[in-house]
């Protein structure tokens, strides 16, 4: 496993790549989901490059940039166990240089939800996301589920920037209590760690609730925040049943939904989703 720490070195690790290349763009602390990405990846792909940078650009002035956690020995170590081949792991000076002045913002399907609780952080997210695309030039990128927004955002920019590559979106990996596996949820303390649980249990009550024929969104709605709400620990940031593509809130369930949900378990924000199909 070759390790690239400056654009120079990254880009020229791609000259000498032969056949297609997957890439995993992550910011690190490592866990299933991610390696369930790369695993993916090596599957479909001659190359596998992972990344890993902590984008300052996607986090809001009161967010958790400088405490998100770090591990690179053992992120590169998992990585290595995967088999990927190279991993890229660039400096925030070198990304984003004095007088750094270019960005991507993707309108409208940003409006909502994570766009509109972090203002700025999808124009971090999509600018960061394309810097890597032009420095890696994958074949096939890699994203989760569990950041569903951000998987439309990614496949938008793609699209309408006609960038030459496919977006892979892969199914969210969850704890065995449904928790979905995040980077974040180190932050949880044991009581605070059982309390999560309720986000799936609010998504799986969305789904039952779909499956046996509600067709009322809102009904939906007002029984997922009611299950949190029993929940002392729990303060919901947003509960929406939206079109699967649009984001657009739903009254009626007569397309494919996505149900979402943003939910701050003491300080630590979570947020996870499932398709109601
Ligand atoms: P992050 O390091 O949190 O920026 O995540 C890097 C990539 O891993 C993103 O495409 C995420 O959507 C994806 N990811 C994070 N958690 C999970 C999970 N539990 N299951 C599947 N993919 C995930």
């Known amino acids: 496993m070759q390790i690239a720490k400056t654009i120079a070195e990254m880009k020229a690790l791609r000259m000498k790549s032969f056949g297609s290349v997957g890439f995993v763009p992550t910011m690190g602390y490592l866990h299933d989901g991610h390696l369930a990405l790369v695993k993916q990846a090596r599957a479909e792909n001659s190359v596998v490059v ?4 902590v984008n300052p650009t996607q986090f809001g002035p009161a967010e958790d940039f400088r405490t998100y956690p770090r591990d690179t020995e053992r992120d590169l170590a998992m990585l290595e166990k995967e088999r990927a081949d190279i991993v890229f792991m660039p400096s925030a000076e070198e990304m984003y240089p004095e007088r750094f002045s270019s960005w991507v ?30 420095i890696v030039e994958p074949t096939r990128a890699y994203f989760g589920q569990k950041d569903a927004q951000q998987a439309l955002v990614i496949k938008k920019m793609a699209t309408d920037l006609n960038m030459n590559l496919e977006v892979i979106v892969a199914p969210t990996v969850r704890e065995s209590d449904g928790l979905a596996m995040s980077s974040r949820n180190v932050y949880l303390n044991p009581q605070e760690r059982q309390a999560a649980a309720v986000l799936f249990k609010a998504l799986t009550l969305a789904q039952n609730l779909r499956e046996k024929g509600e067709k009322n969104a809102e009904r939906i709605r007002q029984e997922m925040t009611s299950l949190i709400s029993k929940e002392p620990l729990a303060k919901i940031e947003y509960v929406s049943i939206a079109d699967a593509q649009t984001l657009e809130e739903l009254s009626e369930l007569d397309r494919p939904a996505l149900a979402s949900l943003a ?15």
């Open 263 to 277: 939910v701050k378990i003491g300080k630590t924000r979570l947020i996870d989703n499932m398709v109601l199909e």
């Open 105 to 134: 913002e993707v309108e409208k399907v940003t409006d909502r939800l994570e766009g509109s609780c972090r203002p700025g952080h999808f124009k971090g997210v999509a600018t960061i996301v394309a810097k890597l695309f032009n």
């Open 50 to 53: 992972a990344s890993i940078f």
